[in-house]
């Protein structure tokens, strides 16, 4: 299993990452030499990859990073980098790298005392790797001030540090960035990609895998949850009950808390695995005694703490109901597709009789409008508007087709 294998339907990418790679370990080489540098490099110091929600973008950069570090004994008889199995590929496929830095908003935005520290940590030589990779995932969270330092370390970057941004796409990204990247574009893999790698990667049953592929229309991250976790089942199939129970303005705002509540709730269990285990190694970090008090002056550093854990808490939960919302946009669409008595798969067979019955309650026109609705609700909530109101006002106007 070498670090391509999670990459669903990029063979084009992986095979320029694959290529470049296998460079890369020619101007270590030649560094350590003090030989020329090759002119014809097909590596660079910094790459965006971009391309739709699920197309697997944080996995090929992540996949990149641990073939840089690959320590694989057979690369010295000519074997490929990016083996899977050695230090180098594991620590980097785990984030656990020490010369792997990985980059996430934890809010809205990266703020710039976010990026300071790896701002300037990218200007220092690798400890242990072959190279000092610093992965972006949200590039397109950069806020100004944090875009403009990332920008001055990818202008001018140390001879072995590679910067890999991603974002959904490269209008994301400043100009003045993306102009000193080299680019990727990923695409949504087939949902028969997606089914294939879940049974073999993850041992799920045929029928299963298709199911879960075909209602998340080859997200792969959504499709192995979906297909693992039966409480992310449940939430989906309450999800596509919603629409046959708008039938009164009551119904509309009981199904709309619901959809928060249980959104809040998904946060609550991702918070309570990660807080107190972030609290506990800050505490021990910091000096304090089992069960004693935390020593002088360290009140800031909790307190930053705190309202970082915060911060994550709601973009949780807004992601989830993000989910919620895409798979109310699927049902609509195949509500449509019935209407329009197209040959579009539908991405919700399992809910078949439901979207029959929408279908021949209502026409093309109002399930567009339903559509915009929830677009509509998907911005309102990421311009901060209360998630409570803007769900209302989704289900309200689903009601009102």
């Keep these: 299993m070498t670090v391509w294998d999670d990459l669903v339907g990029q063979e084009k990418v992986s095979a320029v990452l694959d290529a470049a790679a296998r460079d890369a370990d020619a101007l270590v080489t030649a560094a350590a030499a003090d030989q020329p540098l090759p002119e014809t490099s097909k590596m660079t110091h910094a790459w965006l990859f971009t391309g739709p929600p699920g197309a697997g973008r944080n996995q090929a950069a992540r996949a990149f990073a641990a073939a840089l570090q690959c320590v694989s004994s057979d690369r010295a008889l000519g ?52 190279w000092q990779i ?39 990204v400043l100009p003045t960035i993306r102009s000193r990247c080299r680019h ?18 993850d041992g799920i049953e045929p029928e299963v895998a298709a199911s879960a592929a075909r209602a998340t229309q080859g997200h792969v991250d959504r499709a192995r ?21 708008l039938d009164e303005v009551g119904a509309c705002l009981r199904a709309a ?17 990660m807080d107190g285990k972030e609290t506990e190694e800050l505490k021990a970090a910091l000096g304090a005694a089992q069960g004693g008090r935390m020593p002088r002056g360290t009140a800031g550093v909790m307190k930053d703490l705190e309202d970082m ?10 992601d989830s109901l993000d989910i919620a919302l895409g798979d109310l946009t699927a049902f609509y669409r195949d509500v449509l597709a019935l209407q329009l008595g197209t040959r579009v798969a539908l991405a919700n067979a399992d809910a078949e009789d439901a979207l029959e019955r929408l279908a021949r309650a209502g026409t093309p026109e109002s399930t567009l409008r339903r559509i915009e609705a929830i677009a ?17 006002a989704m289900t309200m106007a689903l009601r009102a087709g």
């Design 257 to 273: 808390q619901e959809l928060v509540d249980a959104a809040a709730e998904d946060a609550k269990q991702l918070a309570e695995e």
């Design 79 to 130: 074997g490929a980098p990016g083996c899977g199995f050695c230090d180098g590929c594991h620590t980097a496929l785990l984030g656990t790298h020490a010369d792997v830095t990985t980059v996430a908003a934890v809010g809205s935005e990266i703020l710039v005392k976010d990026m300071r520290d790896t701002v300037r940590k990218s200007f220092t030589s690798p400890a242990n790797g072959r």
């Design 225 to 245: 949850r979906l297909a693992t976790d039966p409480a992310a089942r449940e939430r989906r199939a309450a999800v596509l009950k919603l629409p046959l129970r």
């Design 309 to 318: 854990q915060k911060r994550r808490r709601t973009r949780t939960q807004r």
């Design 376 to 392: 509509a609700c998907r911005e309102a909530l990421d311009r901060n508007v209360a998630p409570l109101l803007a769900v209302e």
């Design 184 to 201: 990727l574009n990923l695409r949504t893999p087939s949902v028969e990609a997606v089914a294939d790698m879940l049974m073999r990667r």
């Design 134 to 172: 610093i992965l972006v995932e949200d590039a397109e969270r950069l806020n100004e001030k944090s875009a403009n330092a990332v920008l001055k370390a990818v202008e001018e970057p140390a001879p072995r540090t590679v910067w890999l941004l991603c974002a959904p796409s490269i209008e994301d």
